[in-house]
Structures are given as structure tokens and as C-alpha cells.
């Protein structure tokens, strides 16, 4: 060793200059070879991982809070569908609704002469239900009637209204009153293509 060092230091100082620098690249050659590089390379694909990790984790976020938005949009559009098929009832609901206004009738104390449902009429999404109705009773009464069909939670619509026949009774006017009551109901899935199947049927035959 020491003898290696003597031929070094006896060498002309241009010489041990070049050979210190080749030494000195040597080395960092070997460290850049089977350290740096290799552990280069590790920790940008671990900070490529992080990234990844990172958007997973704000998107997760972002999701969380849409669904609390989309839970809160999905009870408002449960409240108005409820609230819309209370006031459009179903097809099997349909007797005990008529029932119903034909006892508001009785109970505000007309005399139902007709109570007839006439044939339904159909639109694309709901269908009309009309029922003639004919009665006999007071001014007051009829009123009655009216104000009561008004404070139902399904949508019936009076019309047609017309009133005959006045006459004294004790303190009151009797009439026979005669109209309309139409209420509405939601078609159902069958019965949509059923009838979209008929237009096309008629307009084909036009």
C-alpha cells in the first residue's frame, strides 16, 4: 500500500490530478450505478403513487359530499311524488274516492238523484274520470257541498254547474242542481302503451 502511494505521489502533478478526477467519476459512477439511480427511480414511482392516491382520496371526498346533495334531492322528488299521488289516486282507488264525495253530498244533506261516471278520457300520463252528478237540496247545502269537495287532498274539479227549479221551502230556497265532478288518475304502465298502441293504430287507419 505504501508503495502505491509512493509511485503516486512520484508521479508529475498533471498525472495525479487525472487520475484523483478518473478516481473521483469512478466512484460516483458506482454510487450513481447501484444507489442513486435505482432509488431514483423508487421514489418517483412512489411519488407517482402518492399522486394517485391523492385523487382517489379527493374523489371519494367529492363523492361523499354529492351523496348527502343526491340523498337530499331524492327526499324532495319522495315528497313531491307522494304528494302528487295523493292528489292523482290509482285506478283501484278510485270507488272509494267517488264513494267519498257521494258522502260529502249526503253529509252536507243534499238528496242525490244521479251519481254516474261517465266514460274516462286519457291523456298521455293521466286520465279524467267525470262522474254526472244531479241533487236536490238548498242553496246553502249545494255551497256546503262545494266547499268540502274543495278541501279534499285529491284534485276534483267542478264544472257544468247548473241550477233549476228554485223554490221556497220554510226559511231556505230548494234547487235541483245538476253537474259535473271530475277527478284524475295516474295511468299506469300497461295502460300507457295500451292506449299509445291505439292512437298509432288510428292514425294509421286515417
Not at 508521479?11 to 447501484?34: E, N, Q
Not at 270507488?95 to 251519481?115: A, Q, T
Not at 230548494?174 to 298502441?197: C, H, P, Q, S, W
Amino acid at each position: 500500500m505504501n508503495e502505491l502511494i509512493d509511485r503516486f505521489l512520484d508521479l508529475p502533478m498533471r498525472r495525479r490530478v487525472l487520475l484523483l478526477g478518473a478516481s473521483v467519476l469512478s466512484i460516483f459512477f458506482l454510487y450513481a450505478t447501484y444507489f442513486y439511480w435505482p432509488l431514483s427511480s423508487e421514489i418517483e414511482e412512489k411519488q407517482e403513487n402518492v399522486a394517485t392516491l391523492r385523487q382517489e382520496r379527493d374523489k371519494k371526498k367529492a363523492m361523499v359530499a354529492n351523496l348527502a346533495d343526491m340523498r337530499r334531492v331524492v327526499a324532495e322528488l319522495d315528497a313531491q311524488l307522494k304528494k302528487a299521488t295523493a292528489e292523482l289516486p290509482e285506478k283501484k282507488e278510485i270507488p272509494e274516492l267517488l264513494s267519498n264525495i257521494s258522502s260529502l253530498g249526503s253529509d252536507s244533506g243534499l238528496v242525490i238523484v244521479v251519481f254516474r261516471q261517465r266514460p274516462e278520457e286519457f291523456s298521455d300520463f293521466y286520465a279524467q274520470v267525470p262522474v254526472e252528478v244531479r241533487v236536490k237540496g238548498t242553496y246553502h247545502q249545494v255551497g256546503t257541498f262545494f266547499d268540502k269537495v274543495g278541501r279534499l287532498n285529491r284534485i276534483v274539479n267542478v264544472s257544468d254547474i247548473g241550477l233549476k227549479e228554485p223554490r221556497p221551502e220554510r226559511e231556505s230556497v230548494m234547487v235541483n242542481a245538476g253537474f259535473t265532478a271530475t277527478t284524475y288518475r295516474f295511468l299506469d304502465e300497461a295502460e300507457r302503451e295500451r292506449i299509445a298502441k291505439e292512437r298509432a293504430e288510428r292514425e294509421k287507419n286515417k
